[in-house]
């Protein structure tokens, strides 16, 4: 069984910043993949940013050069370090994962609020 235990999210001013963090653990084989996909009232959830396990980098446009993803391949661990934060950065923010043979992990969810 594998879990994402997710941490960081809660109530920012528009102009802060928050971190958050995604912890895998449990059965998970070789991951792939880690990122950050949010979801806010009446949307469809969006990738936010996902970094790949050479390193690479995908962000959504509404967040570059706000946002920031890291990883740790040996803590099976993704951060999202969310500068400048605006109200339309408002959402739940979902950890999610991809191992080998395309297995896909999701995480409960944290809730991130930016108030103006």
């Known amino acids: 069984q594998v879990q994402l235990v997710e941490s960081g999210g809660g109530l920012a001013q528009a102009g802060g910043s928050l971190r958050l963090s995604c912890a895998a653990s449990?059965?998970?084989?070789?991951?792939?993949?880690m990122g950050w996909y949010r979801q806010a009232p009446g949307k469809q959830r969006e990738l936010v940013a996902r970094?790949?396990?050479?390193?690479?980098?995908n962000y959504a446009d509404s967040v570059k050069g706000r946002f920031t993803i890291s990883g740790d391949n040996a803590k099976n661990t993704v951060y999202l370090q969310m500068s400048s934060l605006a109200p339309e950065d408002t959402a739940v923010y979902y950890c999610h994962v991809v191992s080998a043979l395309n297995r896909v992990y999701w995480g409960q969810g944290t809730q991130v609020t930016v108030s103006s």
């Open positions: 449990g059965s998970i084989f070789s991951v792939l993949a």
């Open positions: 970094i790949l396990r050479g390193g690479d980098t």
